[in-house]
């Protein structure tokens, strides 16, 4: 049975580096990722979205690479979704060596 949908949102301090962790309070599921930058970047540089499971780094995953190299809105939608549970972090990081500003968005839903 879902839950309801929860977004979680970052922003850049002038330009800087995007590291992020969501750590889940309670089960639930990633429903999308979503970054927007001020100008696209010209330095090719993976966004790395990474799923640390709570149950230890062997169970550790990656759910995204992406070159940022010309972009300006990216969004990735999983779905299925892909399922949390408590103490499940969802790590995201991303060099932005050209000082773009960005903005991040993560949507879980609980269940």
């Keep these: 049975m879902a839950g309801s949908a929860f977004l ?3 922003t850049s301090a002038a330009g800087a580096a995007l590291a992020h962790t969501l750590t889940l309070t ?3 599921q990633l429903r999308e ?3 927007y930058t001020s100008a696209a970047p010209v330095t090719a540089e993976d966004l790395t979205i990474i799923i640390h ?6 169970y550790q995953y990656k759910i995204l690479t992406y070159d940022m190299l010309d972009v300006t809105d990216l969004v990735r939608t ?5 399922l949390l549970y408590t103490g499940d972090a969802i790590m995201s990081a991303w060099t ?3 000082g773009r500003n960005w903005g991040y968005q993560v949507i879980v839903e609980g269940r």
């Design 33 to 35: 990722v979503r970054l």
């Design 78 to 82: 999983y779905n299925p979704p892909i």
């Design 53 to 58: 499971s709570a149950l230890g780094a062997i």
């Design 8 to 10: 979680h949102i970052d």
């Design 96 to 98: 932005n060596s050209d």
């Design 26 to 28: 309670s089960d639930g």
